[in-house]
């Protein structure tokens, strides 16, 4: 079975600081990883994705991933917050077998302080 | 634009009366989701359903149901039998195949108040 559990239901950045939302996972089969983000009241949208291959992953708005097979982790970074980058993050996990579903963990939500 | 459209963005009921939420969308994708959000709880899978006329339920089926006549449409009904309706709704489709059929394509949701 798989599960995801992020570190932190809200983390506080001050404007310009490094931000580092964490997600570490289990998988019994190889998993492919995502990051996605929320603003109020809106739906979903992909940041970035782990499938195969290099394991530190690009996204959009300047957000990167790492994936450390050792560690079971996917932690999100970005070098300086933005004001903009205020929103509620998810880590989720699918897996390569498609026998499950993806698992989404509970949501980090992110303030950036002037 | 492709895309996924719910409808309405948001929606008031009396308790006791069934409500159906619009989902839509254009990308060509097989497969269909809905999500319930909770303050503080992630995402929980409601229904799915992975080819048209076929879906199964997810974690929290309970009180709702769904259809899929169409490939492009995946209505949902919160029942009357459902206890705590108030919640966030968030439709998803997915590509069939392939590697990128694993990313989830959210519509902007719809908040459902049933007082």
């Known amino acids: 079975a798989q599960s995801v559990t992020q570190l932190g239901s809200h983390v506080s950045v001050s404007e310009g600081a490094l931000v580092l939302l964490r997600c570490n996972y289990s998988?019994?089969?190889?998993?492919?990883l995502f990051w996605y983000v929320q603003y109020p009241n809106q739906g979903l949208q992909l940041l970035l994705k782990?499938?195969?291959?290099?394991?530190l992953v690009k996204g959009i708005n300047g957000f990167e991933a790492e994936f450390k097979k050792s560690e079971t982790s996917f932690h999100l970074t970005k070098p300086s917050a933005h004001m903009s980058d205020a929103a509620e993050y998810f880590c989720a996990v699918s897996p390569m077998n498609r026998d499950d579903k993806i698992i989404f963990g509970k949501g980090t939500r992110l303030h950036i302080l002037p | 634009d492709g895309g996924i459209t719910q409808s309405p963005k948001y929606l008031f009921r009396k308790e006791g009366q069934n409500v159906t939420l619009s989902c839509e969308q254009n990308l060509n994708h097989d497969a269909m989701y809905w999500y319930r959000q909770d303050p503080g709880q992630g995402l929980r899978l409601i229904y799915y359903s992975q080819i048209v006329n076929d879906f199964q339920k997810g974690d929290i089926a309970e009180g709702y149901s769904v259809s899929r006549e169409k490939k492009e449409s995946f209505p949902l009904t919160v029942t009357s039998a459902q206890k705590n309706p108030t919640a966030f709704y968030l439709c998803?489709?997915?590509?069939?195949?392939?590697?990128?059929?694993?990313?989830?394509?959210f519509g902007p949701g719809t908040r459902l108040t049933v007082t």
């Open positions: 998988s019994s089969v190889p998993p492919y």
């Open positions: 782990y499938t195969t291959g290099a394991t």
């Open positions: 998803a489709s997915t590509p069939g195949s392939g590697q990128n059929s694993y990313e989830q394509y």
